[in-house]
């Protein structure tokens, strides 16, 4: 059994621990309601959106609408959203053992990968699968230092751009979602080529008659590019709610344990106490004994 001082350091150090873990767990609680207001508001304009980018390039040919084209699967490009810091669970984890997942699917293919994040991109910056993000070569956590829709569309437009000059045959996007402060779901998302609606024959018709105004042209290189990069823009706001929940629920059970591991060392401290003061009692009283005889 450990002697009383180590004890009472160990008790020392997790009671600064779990202060550290509470506070984390308050600063992340605070943080997690900014960023859900911001994906809840985003994530029904981004969802309609989206069914209309789908719908609508069901109804254009590939020449009308270079973002559906079909090509060979050579090159793939993955962009990974994490988050810049850890503490946060298995959030990150997750992320990247779905790119990995992604990678072996497409092993005959050359696969990229893009880190929105610096887990991501310290995770693959030095293998053979990492391709700098537009704007952040060396620091890919500064988007979320000011995130807005400006500094998404930067990468979303120049992944559109290489997709459109085929340099790309296909691009998904991996990311966790939000669901609630407890759940996160990883989720792996065609983002290009645009992947037209299921349609049935009840519907066909009805999706495949679009009137255009203005023009068919002025759609197609104004309301689809404005769709993908919302598409990611929505991503990156889900991951950030996302990150906010995993660490607040983390540092919640970090603290929980920090809490049932100081009544074990301090029960464990109380018998040790204990002990000491019996062998002191037992060595008096056998002194005393001794003296007598």
């Given at each position: 059994?450990?002697?009383?001082?180590?004890i009472r350091s160990r008790i020392s150090s997790v009671n600064s621990t779990m202060q550290i873990t509470s506070?984390?767990?308050?600063?992340?609680?605070?943080?997690?309601?900014?960023?859900?207001?911001?994906?809840?508001?985003?994530?029904?304009?981004?969802?309609?959106?989206?069914?209309?980018?789908?719908?609508?390039?069901?109804?254009?040919?590939?020449?009308?609408?270079?973002?559906?084209?079909?090509?060979?699967?050579?090159?793939?490009?993955?962009?990974?959203?994490?988050?810049?810091?850890?503490?946060?669970?298995?959030?990150?984890?997750?992320?990247?053992?779905?790119?990995?997942?992604?990678?072996?699917?497409?092993?005959?293919?050359?696969?990229?990968?893009?880190?929105?994040?610096?887990?991501?991109?310290?995770?693959?910056?030095?293998?053979?699968?990492?391709?700098?993000?537009?704007?952040?070569?060396?620091?890919?956590?500064?988007?979320?230092?000011?995130?807005?829709?400006?500094?998404?569309?930067?990468?979303?437009?120049?992944?559109?751009?290489?997709?459109?000059?085929?340099?790309?045959?296909?691009?998904?996007?991996?990311?966790?979602?939000?669901?609630?402060?407890?759940?996160?779901?990883?989720?792996?998302?065609?983002?290009?080529?645009?992947?037209?609606?299921?349609?049935?024959?009840?519907?066909?018709?009805?999706?495949?008659?679009?009137?255009?105004?203005?023009?068919?042209?002025?759609?197609?290189?104004?309301?689809?590019?404005?769709?993908?990069?919302?598409?990611?823009y929505k991503a990156i706001l889900d991951s950030h709610a996302a990150e906010h929940g995993a660490r607040m629920?983390?540092?919640?059970?970090?603290?929980?344990?920090?809490?049932?591991?100081?009544?074990?060392?301090?029960?464990?401290?109380?018998?040790?106490?204990?002990?000491?003061?019996?062998?002191?009692?037992?060595?008096?009283?056998?002194?005393?004994?001794?003296?007598?005889?």
């Amino acid at each position: 059994m450990a002697n009383l001082k180590e004890i009472r350091s160990r008790i020392s150090s997790v009671n600064s621990t779990m202060q550290i873990t509470s506070a984390m767990k308050m600063v992340s609680a605070a943080k997690l309601r900014r960023a859900q207001d911001a994906i809840v508001q985003m994530r029904p304009y981004a969802t309609k959106l989206q069914e209309i980018l789908q719908n609508l390039s069901g109804a254009l040919d590939v020449s009308e609408n270079v973002y559906a084209a079909e090509r060979d699967l050579e090159r793939v490009l993955i962009i990974a959203v994490t988050s810049n810091r850890g503490l946060c669970g298995a959030f990150n984890n997750n992320v990247i053992k779905e790119v990995k997942t992604l990678i072996q699917e497409h092993k005959t293919a050359q696969v990229k990968v893009m880190g929105v994040g610096k887990k991501a991109y310290d995770t693959f910056s030095k293998t053979q699968y990492h391709l700098d993000a537009v704007g952040y070569p060396s620091q890919p956590f500064k988007i979320f230092d000011d995130l807005n829709f400006n500094e998404a569309s930067l990468i979303a437009q120049s992944v559109m751009d290489k997709f459109a000059n085929g340099k790309i045959d296909r691009v998904y996007l991996v990311y966790n979602s939000f669901k609630n402060a407890a759940v996160q779901i990883t989720r792996s998302e065609q983002m290009l080529p645009i992947v037209p609606s299921a349609t049935t024959e009840e519907t066909s018709s009805a999706q495949l008659d679009y009137i255009f105004e203005p023009s068919k042209e002025e759609i197609v290189t104004e309301l689809i590019p404005k769709s993908l990069k919302i598409q990611l823009y929505k991503a990156i706001l889900d991951s950030h709610a996302a990150e906010h929940g995993a660490r607040m629920t983390a540092m919640h059970k970090a603290t929980d344990n920090a809490s049932e591991l100081v009544k074990d060392l301090k029960l464990t401290y109380n018998k040790a106490r204990q002990a000491s003061i019996t062998n002191e009692i037992l060595e008096i009283v056998a002194g005393a004994e001794a003296l007598n005889g």
